[in-house]
């Protein structure tokens, strides 16, 4: 089975600094995808960012970026100037090709000080 | 495009109760799925339909929990009887097809069980 870890309970930063999330999966597969999720406190799940496995680049989607190191299974989040509106908690979560199940890590609090 | 309705959006109620939860998916998306968040936990899959079929219910717990999406379009999730542990948040999301879609989720239903 597959597993999603998350070291970190919580982290902070600075408006406009920039700050890094880890995140650590297990698995079996050869090709499968990796998401980054934000979730205020509206609970609301919201895509941040996806990876596919099989490629190489790094995804990126603004200020978000990934560094994913295929072969230590680590998927990292950096947010690059940081904003108040980036305080949530943050999930990492791991998808399989052949079902839509999504595993998730036990969650980053963030919280962005001025 | 409207995006998973869910209600009720909160619900207290005593242990050995019942409750049901509703979601309505984003139109034309043949896969839904239930999870089951905990307080300070990660989304955990509990059932997943295919238009009306089910495709992994291997983290439901059959003897008080059940779900149906009866035409392949909205879906109830039942507990019956509710117990403490029973307390999370219930999100509901879909996707176009099971395989390599972005899932939605909606805003969740919080539970209380008393």
């Known amino acids: 089975a597959q597993t999603v870890t998350q070291s970190q309970p919580e982290m902070s930063v600075q408006e406009a600094e920039t700050v890094t999330l880890s995140c650590t999966y297990d698995t079996s597969e050869s090709d499968y995808y990796l998401f980054w999720y934000k979730q205020p406190p509206s609970r609301q799940m919201i895509l941040v960012i996806r990876q596919e496995a099989y490629k190489q680049q790094n995804a990126t989607e603004n200020r978000f970026s990934v560094n994913f190191q295929k072969a230590a299974k680590s998927f990292s989040l950096k947010i690059s100037d940081s904003q108040l509106g980036d305080a949530a908690m943050y999930f990492c979560a791991y998808r399989g090709t052949s079902y839509g199940k999504l595993t998730f890590g036990q969650g980053t609090i963030l919280t962005v000080h001025p | 495009e409207a995006g998973v309705a869910q209600s009720p959006r909160y619900k207290i109620i005593e242990k050995r109760q019942s409750v049901a939860f509703w979601c309505n998916p984003i139109?034309?998306?043949?896969?839904l799925y239930w999870y089951q968040q905990i307080l300070g936990q990660g989304p955990k899959l509990l059932i997943q339909?295919?238009?009306?079929?089910?495709?992994?219910d291997s983290q439901l717990p059959k003897d008080r929990f059940s779900a149906e999406r009866l035409k392949g379009v909205d879906s109830t999730l039942k507990i019956q009887p509710a117990k403490l542990e029973d307390s999370a948040v219930y999100l509901c999301a879909s996707s176009f097809r099971q395989g390599g879609d972005e899932q939605f989720f909606g805003p969740g239903t919080r539970l209380t069980v008393l």
């Open positions: 139109s034309g998306h043949a896969t």
């Open positions: 339909f295919q238009n009306n079929g089910v495709v992994d």
